[in-house]
């Protein structure tokens, strides 16, 4: 019973390190290095109106998901999720070292 729980909790512990390491970043800091300082805030509105976007479906299909598929699905779906948008920010994010902001 304790190795199930400190394996769920090790788990899940995982799963935050991992998701806040490139999903905030990407949406937070990464639009405002990327576009010019006119359009900034739209850019920022974007990322953070799509980001949400992104939490509602995600709290609304887990259920439906869940009584479906069942639990270990959810979690392979997710996984292929956040594999995939690793894939996408690798390719297609532009690196902004050293330039400029303006």
Known sequence: MFVGLLMT?????????????????????????????????????????????GSILAVFSFPIVDALYGLKTIVIYFAAFELIGLILTLKYAPETKNKSLT
């Open 9 to 53: 909790f090790s788990a899940f512990g995982m799963v935050h390190l991992f998701h806040n390491v490139d999903p905030s970043p990407v949406t937070y800091t990464y639009p405002v290095e990327i576009f010019p300082t006119r359009i900034r805030a739209t850019a920022m509105g974007f990322a953070t109106s799509v980001s949400r976007l």
